[in-house]
């Protein structure tokens, strides 16, 4: 094959006994001429600021930026903290792993991370994946999903691999969103009420819940439903007009206003804390289900287990990956279409590089894994924190980091007082405003058919498994796709008398490109409309106008289509070819009518077949220029808004031979 591209000019030129010792001399020289420029290019100036992104933005750092930097990763830490916590619940693990989670994400996307607001640690959806691939495994199970999650991310993002996410629609994200917040909420509920029992998918979920109810401990429901209510309303705080910054305050004014303002943000943490010392202060008397001892101290910082005990049982990678199953390939995927959505959402219009995103979480979860974390990806809710705080640089994210690591330091011992119900209702009002409700009105007036695709994808992942509520809101994104090529629109005009000597004639026009799952759709309504609107004789003229390419089936369909026409001798006639599609239908037909020009086009028509050659003589003595429609559907007969039609009157023609 290389011989081929490499040396057809020099095989062109020489004869054929000397034109293998060319081509052999040559391709080695060319092989290494591409090797180099590959490497030049690799290690260019510009592919160093593209995929190391902190190149680009270090030497401009200063004073302003380091202040916004500051303020914003305190405040998402005192987020990410209890958040870290709670879906380490979710997840099935202990505690301190959400944490061990939380930290090392900070630091790869400085390095690597294109956008400035982004936060890469746990969150709600990876927590319940991981669950649900690892929970019957325990941490060496999600220390390995994270390990594996971050080598296929980085594989996918060497291959270029990100232009695939624009092959999942936002209706199908939209459905999974918020079928998982709806999924995880639920999954909170015995937390809130303080019942223990265990479920698989929501409508089990809520069958215990009922079940249960008798068994609920008013003192963890007491303390769920005030903290929740406490979390909305400092949720709002921030949005009043009087806490806002004006240009005008003073610097008291300021400063109240900046706590305020942190006051909001950082809520979790601190209904949390409130939390915490109530239930320590009643430890003696302990009226709440607490989270238990949670383990001291930093991570040890590891290899990723590649084999692991469980039950006394020893299993080696290969058994760890088949228990795991489908979750290489899905934990994956969803991280980089939360990542790059949240990316997209906090872009300020710049254009995402998906490629690089997926170099920067391939890298956080990698590294990751070497410090127990769980798989991560990028958090909504602590991003848009990050972005309300004024945060300047990705540089926020060494403030976040080094939080979670003095609280993992001396913080842990206390860490165990944290009510259960506390941590139901942080992720409850997490998750809560991750329902996109307010979508399907829009989706509904923009195109009523992506109402199947959002509703399906949102059902699925609901009832059936999240995992597979992406391939079904694919797959039905995929069916329509796939049935509007392989049935497009075809307009049809019908010219009824031209000046001069011009024949009569039908247009067909095609308003899709033509390949293959169209071709004979295609070919049956040109047919149709050469039998009924050319009554079998005129000249049918298709305009290929909207063709940007053809393939060998469509090719072989339009020459069976000519056949077809000769056969009733009735003329046929395409104009507007591109010339790939031109040569397309040279190489099936050689003798195909192709109008390159109107004066070739009017010649074509005053050749044409004897049979065609039929003058439309209208008795109102004037040209018309026909009726114009689309194949399949009724011609509009009168405007709504005018008393009379809007159509021109009737004309009777006769035909003359």
């Given amino acids: ?147 594996l999650t971050g080598l296929i991310i980085l594989a996918a993002g060497f291959c270029n691999l990100g232009f695939l996410i624009n092959f999942i629609s936002k209706p199908v994200i939209c ?78 004014t300021r400063i109240w206003k900046k706590c305020v303002f942190l006051l909001s943000v950082g809520r979790n943490a601190i209904v949390v804390i409130i939390a915490l010392i109530i239930a320590y202060a009643l430890d003696h008397h302990q009226p709440f289900i607490i989270t238990g001892e949670v383990q001291p101290g930093l991570p040890a910082f590891k290899v990723p287990p590649f084999s692991t005990v469980i039950n006394g049982t020893n299993l080696t990678f290969s058994d760890m990956v088949l228990d795991v199953g489908s979750g290489i390939a899905v934990i994956p995927l969803i ?73 993992l330091a001396f913080l842990t011992a206390y860490f165990k007082f944290i009510p259960k119900a506390s941590l139901a209702a942080v992720i409850i009002c997490a998750v809560i405003f991750m329902i996109e409700y307010d979508i399907v009105v829009p989706v509904w007036k923009a195109r009523r058919l992506d109402e199947l695709t959002l509703w399906g994808s949102f059902l699925c992942c609901l009832f059936w498994k999240l995992e597979y509520g992406i391939l079904v809101g694919a797959g039905i994104n995929l069916a329509i796709l796939l049935f509007g090529i392989a049935r497009p629109k075809v307009k049809t005009d019908i010219i009824k008398k031209q000046d001069g000597d011009e024949p009569a004639y039908v247009v067909v026009e095609p308003t899709n490109g033509l390949f293959y799952p169209s071709v004979e759709y295609v070919r049956a309504t040109v047919s149709k409309a050469g039998l009924t609107t050319g009554q079998g004789s005129l000249t049918v003229v298709v305009d290929c106008s909207h063709f940007t390419g053809i393939d060998f089936t469509a090719a072989k369909g339009l020459g069976s289509l ?11 006639v395409f104009t507007n070819v591109p010339p790939s599609v031109k040569k397309g239908l040279q ?71």
């Fill in 335 to 407: 991280s980089i279409i939360e990542s790059i959505a949240i990316a997209s959402a906090f872009s300020g219009g710049k254009t995402i590089d998906a490629t690089q995103e997926m170099f920067a979480l391939g890298f956080c979860n990698l590294v990751g894994s070497f410090a127990q974390s769980m798989p991560v990806t990028g958090s909504f809710t602590r991003t848009a924190v990050n972005a309300t705080s004024g945060v300047k640089t990705p540089a926020g994210g060494i403030v976040t980091g080094i939080l979670v690591i003095l609280a």
């Fill in 562 to 572: 000519c056949l077809d026409f000769e056969k009733r001798q009735q003329n046929l």
């Fill in 1 to 147: 094959m290389i011989i081929l591209i490499w040396g057809g000019e020099a095989a062109a030129n020489t004869t054929p006994g000397k034109s293998a010792g060319i081509m052999s001399r040559s391709c080695p020289t060319r092989t290494a001429a591409i090797i180099k420029r590959g490497v030049r290019r690799t290690f260019s100036k510009e592919t160093l600021f593209k995929r190391l992104p902190i190149t680009s933005w270090l030497p401009k750092y200063n004073l302003e930026c380091f202040e916004g930097d500051l303020m914003a990763g305190f405040t998402v830490g005192l987020t990410v903290i209890p958040q870290g916590i709670a879906y380490a619940v979710v997840a099935g693990l202990p505690p301190n792993y959400g944490l061990y989670s939380s930290f090392m994400g900070c630091f790869m996307y400085l390095i690597f991370g294109s956008c400035k607001d982004i936060t890469i640690g746990p969150t709600a959806i990876m927590a319940i994946m991981t669950h649900e691939y690892s929970g019957n495994g325990g941490p060496d199970f999600a220390v390995l999903l994270c390990f």
């Fill in 587 to 657: 190489s099936i037909n050689e003798d195909i009518k192709i109008a390159t020009s109107p004066d070739e086009l009017h010649s074509l028509l005053r050749s044409s077949y004897p049979a065609a050659a039929v003058n439309i003589t209208c008795t109102t003595g004037r040209s018309s220029t026909g009726v114009s429609r689309l194949e399949g559907e009724d011609p509009d007969l009168t405007n709504p808004l005018l008393e009379v039609s809007t159509l021109p009157k009737p004309v009777i023609c006769e035909r003359e031979t």
């Fill in 175 to 252: 459905g999974f969103t918020s079928a998982a917040a709806i999924t995880i909420a639920s999954s909170q509920l015995k937390g809130l009420f303080g019942l223990s029992y265990s479920s698989d998918g929501i409508i089990e979920t809520y069958k215990n819940l009922f079940k249960h109810i008798g068994e609920t401990r008013w003192q963890d429901l007491t303390l769920g439903i005030s903290t929740i209510i406490i979390l909305l309303l400092l949720r709002k705080l921030k949005d009043l007009k009087a806490v806002k910054v004006q240009v005008t305050d003073e610097m008291k």
